[in-house]
C-alpha cells in the first residue's frame, strides 16, 4: 500500500480516541451516542475512500522516473503479472544464459581492436549475442517528439542503443515498438556521418555518401537483424539528450530479437555517458533490486548530483582495447576468515590479453576462472556440511538447516572489501530445504581470462561509476 495512505489511515484510525477529549459531563445518554455515530460514521467515509485509492494506485503508472525494473517484476511488460513461485527456478532460468553471455564477454576481451575503413575502432551498436543474453533489468524512456514510451534494458557492457521500430518483419508481437513517423525530430543518418563509422556490420556503398546507414548483426548463430542508424530526442525522466543515435530494428529473422531495447551504459562512444556530453558528468549508479522484489524496482541516478558521498571505491583500470568495459582490480577472495589460496595470475589485469575482472549488469551470477571458482567453492566446503549437490549451474548446494554456519564471501579490491551479505551469495531452493552457492565458473575455452561480477551479487547495493576521476564505489543500499 503506498506510504501516503498507510500515514492518513493510521491519522483516521486514531480519531475515535481523540475525539474523546470533546466529551465531558454536559453531554449525556442520546447526544452522547448520537456524536459518536456522526464521528464513527464520518471516520468510515473517509477510511473507505482512502482505501479505494490505495488499492486503485499503480506503482508502474510513472513513467518519468528513473526506476531499474526486474524483467519478471510487476511494472516489466514483458512477462505476466504475477509472483515468481520459486527465485531459485527464476535464477536459474536465467542464468542459463550466462554461458553465452559470458563467452561472448569473451571473445570480445579476446579479439584484436577491428578497424574502421577509416581506421576508427569499432564499437558493435547491436553487439551480436549479446542481445540473447541481458534481459535482467529494464528502465523506462521515451525517444522522440512527443516521447513515445519504451522499455530498453541497461547494460553496463555495452555501448548500444536500439529499439525495435515499427514495421519490424520478425519482431515480436508484444514488443513496444518506436514509430519513427510519429516522431518530428526522427532523421535516419546516411553513410557520411562519422557515427557510420563506429558500426559494424555496415552496408554503405563506396560511391554513394548519401545511402541511408544500415547494418545487419547476427546472434545465436542462425539468427540476424537488420537496422538503420537513426537520430531522435531521448527522454530519461526529465532530461532530454537531442539527436541521440541509436539503431532503429527494421527486420528479424532466424527468431525473435527480446521485445525490449537496448541502452548501453559503457564507456565506449556511442554510450549513454558520451552521447549524453556534459549532462552526466560521466557519473551514474544504480540499485538493482532483489529478483523476488516483485512489487518493487531500484532506481537509476544520472550525474553526480544525489550520489552518496560516503562510499567506498575502488579503481576504474583502462583498458584501451575494450575501452566499454568496467575493470576493476580484484586482489582475492576470503571465505569467512580464510584467505582463499589464489595465484595472481588468473586475477591479473592485462589490457593485452583482455585479462582480469569486470562489473556488469548483464550476467545473472558471478563467474570466475576454472581456477579461481575451484579455489573458492573448497574452500566454502571446507566449512559447510555436506553433503553437497548440483542445481543448474548450482555445484555447491547443501542443507539449509545448515545455512546458519555459512561463512560470510569477501571480495577484495584494491582499496575496499566488500562483504556480500548472505542474500547475495546464498540462493534457496521453493522449498527452503537447499541453499545453494551462488556463483559458478565461466565457460573453460581458450577465451576464459575474464572474471565477472554479476548482477545477484550487486542487488541492493548502490553500485557507482565515475569515468572521469575513474573510480567505482559501492554502498550498502535497500533498492526495494
Known amino acids: ?42 471516520v468510515a467515509i473517509l477510511l473507505s475512500s482512502l482505501l479505494s485509492t490505495a488499492l486503485a494506485f499503480d506503482p508502474c503508472a510513472d513513467s518519468s522516473d528513473l526506476s531499474v525494473i526486474p524483467i519478471y517484476g510487476k511494472c516489466s511488460p514483458f512477462n505476466p503479472p504475477k509472483p515468481a513461485s520459486s ?12 554461458p553465452e553471455r ?14 574502421t575503413r577509416k581506421g576508427a575502432s569499432v564499437v558493435p551498436i547491436a553487439p551480436g549475442k549479446q542481445v540473447l543474453n541481458i534481459g535482467n533489468y529494464v528502465l523506462r524512456a521515451k525517444i522522440g517528439n512527443p ?8 547494460d553496463t557492457s555495452s555501448d548500444a542503443a536500439w529499439v525495435p521500430c515499427s514495421g519490424c518483419t520478425g519482431c515480436a508481437a508484444s514488443s513496444a515498438v518506436f514509430t519513427p513517423k510519429a516522431s518530428s525530430t526522427y532523421s535516419s543518418l546516411d553513410c557520411s556521418v562519422p557515427e557510420c563509422t563506429k558500426v559494424s556490420g555496415v552496408s554503405c556503398p563506396a560511391t554513394d555518401a548519401a545511402t541511408s546507414c544500415s547494418f545487419n548483426q547476427s546472434y545465436g548463430g542462425d539468427s540476424s537483424f537488420s537496422a538503420i542508424l537513426s537520430h531522435d530526442t531521448l527522454w530519461l525522466a526529465n532530461d532530454a539528450i537531442p539527436n541521440y543515435a541509436f539503431g532503429c530494428i527494421n527486420s528479424v529473422s532466424g527468431g525473435s530479437v527480446p521485445p525490449q531495447g537496448l541502452l548501453g551504459m559503457g564507456q565506449g562512444s556511442m554510450s549513454l555517458l558520451s ?18 522484489s516483485y512489487y518493487f524496482s531500484g532506481s537509476l541516478k544520472l550525474g553526480p548530483l544525489g550520489q552518496p558521498k560516503n562510499i567506498r571505491t575502488t579503481p576504474l583500470l583502462k583498458n584501451p582495447h575494450r575501452p566499454s568495459l568496467y575493470y576493476v582490480n580484484l586482489t582475492g577472495v576470503s571465505i569467512g576468515k580464510v584467505q582463499v589460496p589464489i595465484a595472481q595470475e588468473p586475477l591479473a589485469f592485462d589490457p ?40 543448474g549451474a548450482f555445484d555447491t548446494c547443501f542443507l539449509a538447516t545448515n545455512e546458519d554456519i555459512a561463512p560470510p564471501v569477501v571480495l577484495h579490491f584494491t582499496g575496499m572489501d566488500l562483504v556480500l551479505p548472505m542474500e547475495n551469495s546464498l540462493i534457496h531452493s521453493s522449498s527452503g530445504s537447499l541453499a545453494c552457492l551462488a556463483m559458478a565458473a565461466a565457460p573453460n575455452n581458450v577465451n576464459s581470462v575474464l572474471n565477472i561480477i554479476a548482477n545477484f551479487q550487486q542487488q541492493n547495493l548502490r553500485i557507482l561509476f565515475d569515468t572521469v576521476n575513474y573510480r567505482l564505489g559501492i554502498a550498502r543500499e535497500l533498492c526495494n
Not at 5 to 18: A, K, M, Y
Not at 102 to 115: C, E, G, K, M, R
Request: charged share 15%; glycine share 6%; proline share 4%.
Open 1 to 42: 500500500m503506498h506510504a501516503k495512505n498507510d500515514t492518513f489511515i493510521t491519522h483516521f484510525l486514531q480519531l475515535p480516541i481523540n475525539f474523546s477529549i470533546i466529551l465531558d459531563t454536559h453531554f449525556t445518554g442520546l447526544w452522547l451516542s448520537k456524536i459518536i455515530s456522526m464521528e464513527l460514521a464520518i
Open 87 to 98: 527465485l531459485l527456478n527464476t535464477v536459474m532460468k536465467m542464468a542459463s544464459k550466462d
Open 102 to 115: 559470458v563467452s561472448y564477454l569473451s571473445s570480445l576481451v579476446a579479439a584484436p581492436p577491428q578497424a
Open 147 to 154: 516521447g513515445q514510451l519504451l522499455f530498453m534494458v541497461l
Open 275 to 292: 552521447q549524453s556530453g556534459s549532462l552526466y558528468s560521466g557519473v551514474f549508479s544504480y540499485c538493482l533490486p532483489s529478483f523476488k
Open 352 to 391: 593485452n590479453t583482455g585479462a582480469g575482472t569486470i562489473i556488469d549488469s548483464g550476467t545473472v551470477i558471478t563467474r570466475f576462472v576454472q581456477p579461481v571458482y575451484n579455489a573458492i567453492r573448497d574452500e566454502f566446503r571446507k566449512q559447510v556440511k555436506g553433503p553437497f549437490s548440483s542445481l
